[in-house]
C-alpha cells in the first residue's frame, strides 16, 4: 500500500518561510516523479512544483518561481518544499503526490497517490 505523508504546515508571518516534507512508502521512490499541489478554501487544486526521479529536473508554478524549491531525497523516500518569503495568498492546504512515470508533470491526473495535505497559513 502506497503512503505519503506530509508533515512542516503551519502558521506563519508573511515574509517569513517553511519546509514541507513528504515521506513515501509502499512504492518504489526513485523510479517516479514527485509534485507538490495546493488549494485554498473555495479555489481548484493548483500545481506547485514537480521534480523529476533523479532531482535534476524541476518544474515550478509561476505563482511560486523564485520563492519556493523542491527537493527530493531517495535515500530517505523523502520529497521537500522549502517556501521562502511566503504571502499571505500562499494559504492554503498543501498535498504531495506521486505520478505514474519518472518524467516531471504538471497534470494532477498524471499524479496516481495523494497525501492528506498539510495546512499551510501565512498572517499578514
Known amino acids: 500500500q502506497v503512503r505519503l505523508v506530509e508533515s512542516g504546515g503551519g502558521l506563519v508571518q508573511a515574509g517569513g518561510s517553511l519546509r514541507l516534507s513528504c515521506a513515501a512508502s509502499?512504492?518504489?521512490?526513485?523510479?517516479?516523479?514527485m509534485g507538490w499541489f495546493r488549494q485554498a478554501p473555495g479555489k481548484e487544486r493548483e500545481f506547485v512544483a514537480t521534480?523529476?526521479?533523479?532531482?535534476?529536473?524541476?518544474v515550478y508554478g509561476d505563482s511560486v518561481k523564485g520563492r519556493f524549491t523542491i527537493s527530493r531525497d531517495n535515500a530517505k523516500n523523502t520529497v521537500y518544499l522549502q517556501m521562502n518569503s511566503l504571502k499571505p495568498e500562499d494559504t492554503a492546504v498543501y498535498y504531495c503526490?506521486?505520478?505514474?512515470?519518472?518524467?516531471?508533470?504538471?497534470?494532477?491526473?498524471?499524479?496516481?497517490?495523494w497525501g492528506q495535505g498539510t495546512q499551510v497559513t501565512v498572517s499578514s
Open positions: 521534480i523529476g526521479w533523479s532531482g535534476s529536473s524541476t
Open positions: 509502499g512504492r518504489t521512490f526513485s523510479s517516479y516523479a
Open positions: 503526490a506521486s505520478s505514474v512515470s519518472w518524467a516531471v508533470t504538471t497534470t494532477p491526473i498524471q499524479y496516481v497517490y
